[in-house]
């Protein structure tokens, strides 16, 4: 199939932006949205013309490096029926039409900065993790692991929550760009395991001040997040992260200045 | 014999493992003998660790909790994207918790034989032992593993073993353990003991006296190349497999730290062991990408088979049973579906040269769920394998609930890598190397669900013991930017990037890289022969050559550049490339993932040669139109005795 491609050009995060028309050919349906990219850039390319930056690197749906715009949906989840929700890099050229015009664009985020053309910049995310996302559990220290029964119920809810691949497409899908659905899995995850208790109410208050220092929206639960998640991960996850919230501050937890 | 391709050098020998003690106080011994560094003296000493994988993510953690100074570097945008992220099946441990009668000991032998006898045993042996604290770890950090219940751990079976000792977390477990290391890694960033270097790519190794002082890098976002100093360094950025073009790898996976390390003097291990993945998404297109793996673990349901007739193109659901071939059952009774992955891919691969595969291109098997699904019902087989069969309907198109599942072997991991001896420490003093960038413990064959142990037993339980031995006689003092092996390095970086982007030929990088690719997959790949092998050494230097006058590497270098990044590490493809040829044409027997044609037995299975190849190849680089020098660690096997391997 012949496709027509609007794609966002931009050569640094101090230059201006702005849509470029471009034409593929001889697409396969069987092809990924990147390899249609990865078939633009090689005619770019032969062209003498830049190619276009986009991050990736797994291609199989799990590393969280890909992701961008399509047709304004974060991955494209959501345009199509009956498709599940996916990584970009799992999204085939068989979900399209012959004669298609497809816009593609990085994530919008004040806290993601544009690098090149699709490529952002994500450090924030690392920075909520830095501020609580984790068990303190220095290497040598830990019981045998069966000393800590884990309720299989627990341990499943935990591991859905766990999922999260840190794409940030729930921030770019949000009209609020909040990172909430990310922190949430996060504060969930570790929340439910007993390993978890001893930090829980620091790590909920540090983690969601964290993400207001990065410059992401506040949660007015929309849910354009949840709808946008690759792996699927429920709205449920932030009303856990409100609970503990609540209960954390009310037991006097405060962010580390 | 292929004398002419190599020459052959002083043998080689581990000097670090205690062989005065028995094999199983060999890792507390040596530990005790290793020298200490004193915990005040520790933020004294700068270490250097290049990626952040399971281990070098657990190793840089490990080290910042320790009280080093670390310098973590990375290529990605986050650590939490290193590639372990994608393994999906499971991680062993000796820990007989199914009471099936595993122990570390049985964890030793399967390993040692499933590695087909081209192993070091004290490598291995200290790999059981510490199997067993990696899943204590991990526990501890919050990993979600599967459990049972009555809130106990929940085992599954993997290939080449008759116990159950693999852990796991669905079909995510390489994501979970690595998520726990990476937020070991965060902590310790915001502790302040790891430096972050994300978007980081090591371009060289900084040799000064003899001792590895530091790296030359890129930033990948600026295009700055510059240099870091460190007492050591740890090289911990995975395998080769994308030498191959189409792997299971991620895109960005590359071979160019190990082998810029390998250039400055380090020895590169049984280069021509790859392991071909038997499990995988058949190629489906010319402009393919990647390959996909479908994890081992659905071996222990799904029943491999072809139609017994060749050309039967009929629906699989069409076929009787009495016309299909389960071949593996067949053959392997006592294993049958679960042989290790070098047995089930070479069988995928036979029955196809027979005609008998299936798929558009004759390359494909069936990985049949049908009679799982009437055995255990189809929400069991949800709960084991949802994210798996999936992801098989999003890229094929395809129901695997309804129709079998299409598979064919695919390049996966590579056991070769640089030479290390027990304390994983390469033949550049200072220069230590982990995970599946060494060669160390899978011989000629991993077994399934042993990356992840591997990666972790480094990261977190063996380096961090090992390199206080080394660094207790530093710091060996500052390292000045000016010294003439820094700048030696830094220039040469500088020289090879403006090198690439001013060819301005005709052809794209990943022209050159499919192409490349293809000739090893067909000439070097699940089976090789001295006419193959002799073929690909011939083709690889042309297109050496015609790489470095015909490739077109657009935009600049003081830029956000990505075509560059991938040039750079097709250029180092093309030279590992002819050094896995040689390996392989040396190695004139069959063992593990190295399949030689001219040396199998009347049933055609690998014969191994032990008389004269029960030994570790280690390569020394020579410069171009220089034969490499071989290098001989011999192997003994004082505890499982050479055998013949069968799975029958």
Redesign the interface.
């Known amino acids: 199939m012949n496709l027509k491609l609007r794609v966002w050009r931009q050569?640094?995060a101090a230059e201006k932006g702005k849509m470029v028309t471009y034409e593929v050919t001889d697409v396969?349906p069987?092809?990924?949205f990147?390899?249609m990219l990865?078939?633009l850039n090689?005619q770019?390319?032969?062209n003498?013309?830049?190619?276009v930056?986009f991050?990736?690197?797994?291609?199989?749906?799990?590393?969280?490096?890909c992701g961008v715009m399509i047709n304004g949906r974060a991955h494209g989840n959501g345009l199509f029926d009956n498709h599940?929700q996916?990584t970009t890099c799992?999204l085939?050229m068989?979900s399209f039409k012959d004669g298609d015009t497809i816009d593609i664009e990085p994530w919008r985020a004040t806290a993601f900065p544009v690098?090149?053309d699709l490529?952002v910049?994500?450090?924030a995310?690392?920075r909520i993790?830095?501020?609580g996302?984790?068990?303190?559990?220095?290497?040598?220290?830990?019981?045998?692991?069966?000393s800590?029964?884990?309720?299989?119920k627990d341990?499943?809810a935990?591991?859905d929550a766990?999922?999260c691949?840190?794409c940030g497409a729930c921030v770019a899908a949000c009209p609020n760009a909040s990172s909430m659905l990310f922190t949430a899995s996060k504060v969930t995850?570790?929340g439910l395991?007993p390993?978890?208790q001893p930090e829980r109410n620091d790590r909920v208050v540090n983690m969601v001040h964290q993400q207001d220092l990065e410059g992401f929206g506040g949660c007015t639960n929309i849910g354009e997040c949840s709808a946008s998640c690759p792996k699927g991960i429920s709205m449920e996850n932030i009303s856990r992260l409100n609970h503990d919230l609540l209960g954390a501050l009310r037991a006097g937890a405060r962010p580390k200045s | 014999m292929a004398l002419e391709l190599f020459t052959l050098g002083d043998p080689i020998a581990d000097t670090k493992a205690p062989r005065d003690v028995p094999i199983s106080e060999r890792w507390s011994e040596r530990r005790f003998r290793a020298k200490l560094v004193n915990p005040a003296n520790r933020r004294k000493l700068t270490v250097i660790v290049v990626g952040t994988g399971l281990a070098g993510g657990s190793a840089a953690a490990t080290l910042g909790e320790a009280g080093y100074k670390v310098k973590s570097f990375w290529y990605q945008d986050s650590p939490r994207r290193a590639h372990s992220v994608a393994a999906q099946g499971g991680i062993n441990a000796a820990k007989n918790y199914r009471n099936d009668g595993d122990s570390v000991h049985r964890l030793f032998y399967d390993t040692v034989k499933g590695g087909d006898f081209r192993a070091r045993e004290d490598n291995v042996h200290r790999l059981a032992e510490v199997s067993v604290s990696i899943i204590d770890q991990c526990v501890a950090q919050g990993v979600p593993f599967a459990r049972e219940y009555g809130g106990l751990l929940d085992n599954r079976s993997f290939g080449g073993t008759q116990v159950s000792r693999t852990f796991y977390a669905r079909g995510q477990t390489g994501q979970q353990l690595l998520y726990g290391a990476y937020q070991a890694l965060e902590r310790q960033i915001a502790a302040g003991t790891v430096e972050q270097h994300a978007r980081t790519e090591m371009l060289d190794l900084i040799v000064v006296d003899g001792r590895a002082r530091g790296i030359v890098a890129r930033d990948l976002v600026t295009g700055e190349i510059s240099t870091h100093f460190a007492d050591a360094v740890v090289l911990a950025t995975g395998g080769y497999s994308n030498v191959f073009y189409l792997s299971t790898n991620a895109k960005g996976s590359n071979a160019t730290a190990i082998w810029r390390a390998h250039k400055r003097g380090a020895l590169f291990a049984n280069p021509c062991y790859t392991q071909i993945h038997p499990t995988c998404i058949p190629v489906h297109g010319e402009y393919q990408s990647k390959l996909t793996l479908m994890s081992e673990s659905l071996r222990n349901d799904g029943r491999v088979w072809v139609p017994k007739e060749r050309g039967d193109t009929r629906d699989p659901r069409d076929i009787p049973e009495s016309e299909r071939d389960y071949y593996l059952e067949r053959i392997y009774p006592s294993f049958g579906n679960l042989v290790p992955r070098d047995i089930a891919s070479r069988q995928a691969k036979n029955v196809c040269d027979e005609g008998r595969g299936v798929g558009p291109n004759g390359l494909g098997v069936y990985l049949d769920f049908a009679e799982a699904m009437q055995r255990l019902g189809r929400p069991a087989i949800e709960a084991k394998y949802g994210n798996l069969f999936d992801m098989y309907a999003q890229i094929t198109g395809e129901d695997p609930y309804e129709v079998p599942m299409r598979i064919y072997p695919a390049v996966h991991y590579t056991m070769g890598g640089l030479w290390v001896d027990y304390d994983l420490q390469s033949t550049i003093p200072g220069l230590f190397v982990i995970g599946e960038a060494n060669f160390s413990d899978h011989g000629a064959n991993r077994l399934g669900a042993s990356a992840l142990m591997q990666g972790l037993a480094d990261g977190y339980f063996v380096l961090p013991n090992t390199i206080s031995d080394y660094l207790a006689s530093g710091p060996f003092g500052a390292v000045d930017p000016n010294h003439p092996a820094a700048v030696e390095a830094l220039e040469g970086v500088r020289v090879q990037t403006d090198r690439l982007l001013s060819i301005n030929g005709n052809r794209t990088t990943a022209s050159f890289h499919r192409e490349l690719g293809r000739l090893m997959f067909d000439l070097c790949g699940m089976e090789r022969s001295e006419e193959s092998l002799r073929k690909a050494l011939d083709r690889i230097p042309e297109i050496r050559q015609e790489f470095w006058t015909n490739v077109k590497v657009p935009g600049e270098a003081g830029r956000f550049n990505q075509s560059l990044e991938h040039a750079g590490r097709v250029a180092d493809f093309i030279e590992l490339a002819e050094l896995m040829c040689v390996d392989a044409l040396h190695r004139n027997e069959s063992c593990g993932g190295h399949f030689r044609a001219e040396s199998q037995t009347p049933d055609g299975e690998a014969l191994r040669d032990d008389d004269n190849y029960t030994y570790v190849a280690a390569w020394e680089w020579t410069p171009e139109g220089v034969p490499p020098v071989l290098h001989k660690e011999a192997l003994e096997f004082e505890y499982v005795h050479l055998a013949q391997r069968s799975y029958k």
């Open positions: 050569r640094s396969s069987d092809m990924s990147l390899e990865d078939v090689e770019l390319i032969l003498g013309e830049d190619p930056s991050d990736h690197d797994c291609r199989e749906g799990i590393c969280g490096s599940p996916t799992q085939h068989r690098i090149k490529a910049d994500r450090s995310l690392d993790i830095q501020s996302g984790y068990i303190s559990a220095p290497t040598g220290t830990a019981p045998e692991a069966h800590i029964l884990v309720a299989k341990s499943d935990a591991f766990a999922t691949i840190g995850h570790l395991m390993q978890g």
